[in-house]
């Protein structure tokens, strides 16, 4: 089974700086199967980038992902308020049929 | 656009057995897509639990597989979760979702599940 492993765990910036969340797999992965998750406190998470790199419907483009092979990441260009929140990484596995989550970044407001 | 209601008993006993519904609207259960079930133990991470296809389909995640199903029910638009056999460990907010290019592209707002005698 690939492990996912997200670094930092919390991640401590202001309004207006720049995030980039890591997302490592224990071994090499198909950049389709990699997706990411923004979580706010009491609310169901909400996707945000799908295929690595994909924005998905609704997403500001503040928010990028990229990556390949054993490393991705999610950057979010310039922080705003709503953006403070647990972030989470997601990968397909095909053999068997599984999806996997990274434990987690917390970014908070410094 | 479609929404996700779960439903379910919010106690369930040690050993007993844990049932949710996932209501669908603005979709169809009939229209293929995949329907998943995914849990979250308070204050902790996200564990995918298994889907199912409108075909009937399922793939269930290995961990739970021996005490899981999950069913369809197209008349009524929802599909279904049980777990058998239940201890503290399965105690978490259980959230229903429609399945995106392997990814989880909309989800039910959650319900908490506690084990407790």
């Known amino acids: 089974e690939i492990v996912l492993t997200q670094s930092p765990g919390t991640l401590s910036l202001s309004p207006g700086e720049r995030a980039t969340l890591s997302c490592r797999a224990s071994q090499s992965v198909s950049s389709n199967y990699l997706a990411w998750y923004q979580q706010k406190p009491g609310q169901a998470p909400r996707l945000l980038i799908f295929a690595a790199s994909r924005r998905a419907t609704g997403i500001p483009d503040r928010f990028s992902g990229s990556g390949s092979g054993t490393d991705f990441s999610l950057t979010i260009s310039r922080l705003e308020p709503e953006d403070f929140a647990v972030y989470y990484c997601q990968l397909y596995g095909s053999s068997p049929p599984l999806y996997t989550f990274g434990q987690g970044t917390k970014l908070e407001i410094k | 656009q479609v929404q996700l209601q779960e439903s379910g008993p919010g106690l369930v006993k040690p050993s007993g057995t844990l049932s949710l519904t996932c209501a669908v609207s603005g979709g169809s259960t009939s229209y293929p897509n995949w329907w998943s079930w995914i849990r979250q133990p308070p204050g902790k991470g996200l564990e995918w639990i298994g889907e199912i296809h409108h075909s009937g389909t399922t793939h269930y995640n290995p961990s739970l597989e021996s005490r899981l199903t999950i069913s369809l029910d197209k008349s009524n638009n929802q599909f279904s979760l049980e777990l058998t056999s239940v201890t503290a460990a399965d105690t978490a907010v259980y959230f229903c979702?429609?399945?995106?290019?392997?990814?989880?592209?909309?989800w039910g707002q959650g319900t908490l599940v506690t084990v407790s005698s």
């Open positions: 979702a429609r399945m995106g290019i392997v990814s989880i592209e909309r």
